[in-house]
């Protein structure tokens, strides 16, 4: 089947499944008769990335128009709540896509001063072959990196296509190799929020997640090595995978274990993923010295100097040290109240945001762009070629990011209504809410089973909102009310809630922000994009089954 054919196909499936959807709603009165109606923002984004060949952003577009639409004419939602939500959604999406928007720039940076290629000169000296560089690059340097609050979709791609890599295989090394870790990028942003938001102890959130990250993390880095060269490279592959695998899993058990356990925070969480990264890549050297005949890359004749190499790690030194700083609690807290409330805005009613610039990671990595402009030392030439480059790519990942944040923002405030200036819920939203539709259908057709389905919300939610953060903070509630409806104890929601986040995490894969973001850093085309979501979405539903699975047996268990 030709990709015309395959994309008539899923242009007629999708336009089957909506009238199904709009049919059965129309004719039941139930929140089941509304699930498929409820799941069909989400459709329409997957099918028209991966079947129609159309780019990430377009689909964020119709996606939003799509739910507003529904919102407002199937679920019980004025138009002025609706086009609210999306606008706290959009400055919502602030510290992740300006973050995306900073990092682009660093990149285009580095590249115009040719520092980019002096960083991948060092990489490949790190390790030999293909394989252990990809595992080195995703998994190790990816998870430290992401940590850190720089977007490696934005980041990677170009390096990975100056180390020697194919476009598509350097695209699948750079979303997928921090997604194990995924909960605790941007300083463990997608564990802190939701968990100060739902009253929960983040430290016993973070130990349920690691609890799925042995499978997750070792199912990522063969899935890298099949994306980039099929099975012989699994074959060839098989040992540092596992090792690397293992090794950033046991690095985020290990650290939250001992914090959860003594109830002292020994290793602060924001710096779990940086740890974790650092053994990872230290796994994968070690892997390679300690070898019987281990294959140590030779030097070239033109390897940087140790004056080059400080130059070209420049902006990611300076980087860490800020992020290590901004992690600091009393630190943190002190950038948060600086400004007092005149970071704090209005969005619409009584709907206040406190935009928090001086401790949001996009804010330093822009300082630390600045201040390594003096080791970078660009020509006035390769600055404006750099900003120029800029200019022309950023808005559309900064736009895809922001918009998903938007369909996330008007599924979640569906079915609310204006009561003397105040958005609440009414008295239709148990009814009507689209996230509680889709929660509390599946709880009810799975019943006992859901535990084994319950992760499954987890890759919905990350990919509708476009990343784990905002999933994790819309379906607490459902994942709550759906474990207490079952009967299940609080200890059994943490585990289900904790598969939530690692299914979150998992969903990076194929987020298409995500994908959009990595296409667009290369200049590749919408082909390219939808190739790239077909293989991703197979790798995130295996393992999303996978953990669903376990979570099931760890639920039943008592853990």
Known sequence: ??????????????????AVAVATAQLGTSQAHKFLLAFFPLFVILSGVAFLHQ??????????????????????????????ASAIGFIKSLGISVSVAATMLMIYLMQETGTLKTVAKVIKHQVAGDETRALYV??????????L?????????PLLVAMGFSPTA?????????????????????????AQIGGLNPVEMAYKITLFLPLISIGFAFAI??????????????????????????????????????????????????????CAMASVFAYERLKPQPAKPPKDEDYPTRKQVLRAFSPWIILTAFAATVSIQQVDSFLRTLPGNSEVITVFTNQKIDLDILSQIYTWIFVAILLSLATLKPTRTQARRAFTTWLKRFAGPFLAYSLYFCIAFVMAYSAMELVQGAVMPSPAYNTFNMNVVLGTTLATLFGAGYTFVAASLGLFGAIVGGSETSSNVLFLNIQRTATEK????????????GSHAAAGGIASAVTPAKINNAVVTIGETHRTESLIMRKHLAVAVLLTAATGMLTGVLVSLGI
Do not use: H
């Not at 995703?138 to 940590?147: D, H, V, W």
């Not at 609050?149 to 791609?157: E, S």
């Not at 079952?486 to 809630?497: E, I, K, N, P, R």
């Open 1 to 18: 089947m030709n990709s015309k054919q395959t994309s008539a196909l899923a242009l007629a499936t999708l336009i089957a499944y909506g």
């Open 55 to 84: 780019s990430g952003l377009r689909m964020a577009l119709i996606g939003l128009a799509t739910t507003i639409l529904l919102a407002v004419f199937q679920f019980s939602t004025s138009l002025e709540v609706a086009l609210g």
């Open 138 to 147: 995703g998994i190790g340097f990816g998870s430290f990196l992401s940590s």
């Open 149 to 157: 609050g720089v977007v490696t979709p934005a980041l990677f791609p």
């Open 170 to 194: 350097s695209i699948a090394i750079a979303v997928l190799g921090y997604d194990p870790t995924t909960s605790f990028s941007l300083l463990s942003i997608p564990i802190t929020i939701p």
């Open 225 to 278: 090595l099949w994306l980039t060269g099929g099975k012989q490279a699994m074959r060839r592959g098989a040992a540092p995978a596992t090792i690397s695998g293992l090794t950033l899993a046991l690095a985020c058990l290990g650290t939250v274990s001992l914090d959860y356990f003594t109830g002292v925070e020994y290793i602060p969480l924001r710096i779990v993923g940086v740890v974790a990264g650092m």
């Open 486 to 497: 079952l009967g299940l104890d609080s200890t059994a929601f943490m585990t289900v809630y």
